[in-house]
């Protein structure tokens, strides 16, 4: 069974901090790695996608992986009270269907 | 219409009911997917659809099905559904149904909320 491991939270955080979100993924084999961003009531809404090892910046956000540690994260900087949502990590490889994780609950305080 | 559309966005149905979700993508994808989301629960893809031919079934009941009539347009048909399948309903879209290490996105529609009375 692969598995996509996520604190649900809730992460809270003051205006302006950095927001620090992990997941951890059990298949060794994973290629793809993305993070969604869900609004209460709303679906998912893709915002990151990274594909290899290091760092990958995108405004605000910064999208780390380290395969060795099968290991991804989501650093949000400047954090705004509009970045408050459930955070999904999600992770695929090969053939084989994505998989999400349950979430982490972010709440940015202002 | 841009993006991935679904109807209705409210659903709420006896047991004994037939219904249809519908889904339409308006981004030139190849691929279709519906997920369902419970409460406390990871996302559970469903169905996979790519080039409207049926590649992932993830042991769903029989009481679910799907039909992928062309390449943009995605129904599932609802018929004896429990009160324990409430969930919101999702449909999502990629370039194509093979994850691959290059783009290959799922974008996701607003979903159907499903209340099984």
């Known amino acids: 069974q692969k598995e996509v491991e996520q604190n649900s939270g809730p992460l809270s955080v003051p205006e302006g901090a950095i927001a620090s979100l992990n997941c951890t993924y059990s298949?060794?084999?994973?290629?793809?790695f993305f993070w969604y961003r869900q609004y209460s009531g709303k679906s998912p809404e893709l915002i990151m996608s990274?594909?290899?090892?290091g760092d990958k910046e995108d405004g605000r956000f910064t999208a780390q992986l380290n395969k060795a540690s099968q290991y991804v994260s989501l650093l949000i900087r400047d954090s705004q009270p509009s970045d408050s949502a459930t955070y999904l990590c999600?992770?695929?490889?090969?053939?084989?269907?994505?998989?999400f994780g349950k979430g982490t609950k972010l709440t940015v305080n202002p | 219409e841009t993006g991935v559309t679904q109807t209705p966005r409210h659903l709420v149905m006896g047991m004994t009911n037939k219904k249809s979700l519908k889904c339409e993508q308006h981004?030139?994808?190849?691929?279709m997917y519906w997920y369902k989301q419970s409460a406390k629960k990871p996302l559970e893809l469903m169905f996979v659809?790519?080039?409207?031919?049926?590649?992932e079934n993830n042991s769903v009941p029989s009481r679910f099905s799907p039909e992928c009539p062309n390449s943009s347009h995605l129904f599932l048909h609802l018929h004896t559904l429990q009160p324990e399948d409430s969930a919101l309903y999702l449909c999502?879209?990629?370039?194509?149904?093979?994850?691959?290490?290059?783009?290959?996105?799922?974008?996701f529609g607003p979903g159907t909320r499903l209340t099984v009375l």
């Open positions: 659809y790519s080039l409207e031919e049926r590649v």
């Open positions: 298949d060794r084999g994973s290629q793809s």
């Open positions: 999600a992770v695929t490889g090969g053939s084989e269907k994505l998989v």
């Open positions: 999502a879209s990629s370039q194509d149904g093979i994850p691959r290490q290059t783009d290959n996105e799922q974008f």
């Open positions: 990274i594909y290899s090892n």
């Open positions: 981004l030139g994808h190849n691929a």
